[in-house]
């Protein structure tokens, strides 16, 4: 199994990005798609994911201001994120799991990409 994140970059307060998270390897069965991130000195949370009906789940923090997807044929998960602001300064990963969305069923993780928010 392959995650390969891009998209991630610098932005201003108040800007946007869009992440990818291009998967291969495993089924079409995928049960969850999600994405995490850590910023550093801070353990790694979850942002937001998405199971394969499309149900959607976000942390609050970012509730409103990110949105979470898939494409048609569920191997590419991308997080649009709006409003960004410092605190949202993190390595974000994309990770998937076999199983449920529960935190410690995401086996399968991307490298992380960058997110900068100045």
């Known amino acids: 199994v392959q995650l390969v994140e891009s998209g991630g970059g610098s932005v201003r307060a108040g800007g946007s990005l869009r992440l990818s998270c291009a998967g291969s390897?495993?089924?079409?069965?995928?049960?969850?798609g999600g994405w995490f991130r850590q910023a550093v000195g801070k353990e790694r949370e979850k942002v937001a994911d998405?199971?394969?009906?499309?149900?959607?789940r976000y942390r609050d923090s970012v509730k409103g201001r990110f949105t979470i997807s898939q494409n048609s044929a569920r191997n590419t998960v991308y997080l649009q994120m709006y409003s960004l602001q410092p605190e949202d300064t993190a390595m974000y990963y994309c990770a998937a799991s076999t199983s449920s969305c529960r935190p410690s069923d995401f086996g399968y993780w991307g490298q992380g990409t960058q997110v900068t928010v100045s």
């Open positions: 390897g495993y089924t079409y069965s995928r049960p969850c």
């Open positions: 998405i199971d394969r009906d499309g149900t959607t």
